[in-house]
């Protein structure tokens, strides 16, 4: 998980196919979270009521030593950061190392201050999680398959 840079978060949803969204996976303590910014606020809150979620980690670009493909499920908990200090104070660190753009709006308080919108976040954290391995994806063809049939397969 810590060598991880990008991730598929998928869950499910009532009446349709499983979301899915690509991710910066993030550790909050030991716990696996994702931090979305407000103007996801509709998905975060979708993939917050699913009584399952999947956290897929299969893609190998921007991995670090250590990586392993695997497929991290639980029961999601959403903490509404309003004012950015959860984020800022344990997952901001993670996310510039792991996700390259965000170093252009956050990378120094003089950024942070200028892009006050970037950092209060909605926080999706996983509580009771299962750890599955899964097949890494080795280029364009490979893909994240999520099916719902009265529970969330990945």
Known sequence: MRAAGLAELVW???????????????????????????????????????????????????????????????RPTLVEDGDGALFTGELLAQELRKHPPSRALADSAMLRREHWWFLPRLVLVLDDVRVTPTRRRDGPADVVLAVDDGGLHV
């Open 12 to 74: 499910r949803r009532a009446g349709g196919p499983p979301g899915a969204l690509g991710v910066v996976p993030l550790l909050l303590g030991e716990r696996p979270a994702v931090a979305l910014p407000w103007a996801q606020a509709a998905t975060a809150r979708s993939a917050a009521r699913a009584d399952a979620v999947a956290l897929v980690l299969s893609d190998p670009r921007l991995t670090g030593p250590g990586w392993e493909p695997l497929v991290l499920s639980g």
